[in-house]
């Protein structure tokens, strides 16, 4: 059974932080990728960050520069630091393991059953 536990959100002012993780099960952890993945209403998931087995990281053009992730496989954890928050970073955020990785740019999901996710929103 493959768990995805989402925590850290909250309510922050604009160009706050916030430190969000991810516990994932490790037999998906150990070996892939991780992501975060963000959702606002009416809108599809999109993939905003991600970090490879080996380290590597990638972001999306919008959060490059002010959001940070990374990786304790020891912990079978992934995290988000998220500084210079903006009211447009406003959404519901879930990690999962991305489908591929290519030219350090990731794609897709592997876990079906997405995890509840974690809320954060950004007031200005």
């Known amino acids: 059974q493959v768990h995805l536990v989402e925590s850290g959100g909250g309510l922050v002012q604009a160009g706050g932080s916030l430190r969000l993780s991810c516990a994932a099960s490790?037999?998906?952890?150990?070996?892939?990728?991780m992501g975060w993945y963000r959702q606002d209403p009416g809108k599809q998931r999109e993939l905003v960050a991600a970090i490879t087995s080996g380290g590597n990281t990638n972001y999306a053009d919008s959060v490059k520069g002010r959001f940070t992730i990374s990786r304790d496989n020891a912990k079978n954890t992934v995290y988000l630091q998220m500084s210079s928050l903006k009211p447009e970073d406003t959404a519901v955020y879930y990690c999962n393991a991305p489908a591929g990785c290519s030219g350090n740019r990731c794609y897709g999901y592997l876990v079906h059953a997405w995890g509840q996710g974690t809320q954060v929103t950004v007031s200005s």
């Open positions: 490790r037999s998906i952890f150990s070996t892939n990728a």
